[in-house]
């Protein structure tokens, strides 16, 4: 199990923004991070509509974090990307367990997904951007 390459490359653009603390255009973005141009603006629109990043259009126009670095924790841009995060389908609001009733009454793994999911959770909110930039 593992992230999507789009959430892989939001953390990286978010941690560039977050290095550079200045604003910068989505090319230079693209460059830094080494994610295609094409992405990166996609992965950009997703970062601006959450509210993670801001977008100035212009001549000095570009990106920069709509919040400071040690407010914008890992948790955040994996949110953003792939929605909350759950380790199991089966611990979602919406999910209807097709176990026979018997069997399910009460499922032994949903506790048990329920506390990983809450343990990563944790993990991520943990990381601020912050505490990986270079002093």
Same mark, same amino acid.
């Given at each position: 199990m593992h992230i999507t390459l789009e959430t892989d %490359?939001? *953390?990286r653009i978010v941690y560039c923004l977050a290095c550079q603390?200045? #604003?910068?255009? &989505?090319?230079?973005?693209?460059e830094a991070t080494g994610v295609t141009l094409r992405f990166s603006l996609k992965i950009?629109?997703?970062?601006?509509?959450?509210?993670?990043?801001?977008s100035y259009k212009?001549?000095?126009?570009?990106?920069?974090?709509?919040?400071s670095a040690e407010e914008m924790t890992l %948790?955040? *841009?994996?949110?953003?990307?792939?929605?909350?995060?759950?380790?199991? #389908?089966?611990? &979602?609001?919406?999910?209807?367990?097709?176990r026979k009733s018997s069997d399910c009454i009460p499922c032994k793994f949903q506790k048990i997904y329920c506390d990983i999911s809450k343990t990563v959770q944790a993990q991520l909110?943990?990381?601020?951007?912050?505490?990986?930039?270079d002093k």
């Open positions: %490359y939001a *953390v603390q200045v #604003r910068m255009d &989505a090319k230079a973005i693209s950009l629109r997703k970062l601006v509509a959450s509210g993670l990043v801001r212009g001549t000095h126009g570009g990106y920069e974090l709509a919040r %948790y955040d *841009v994996l949110e953003t990307v792939e929605g909350p995060y759950a380790f199991s #389908r089966c611990i &979602a609001p919406d999910f209807e367990c097709t909110r943990a990381v601020h951007f912050s505490d990986l930039i």
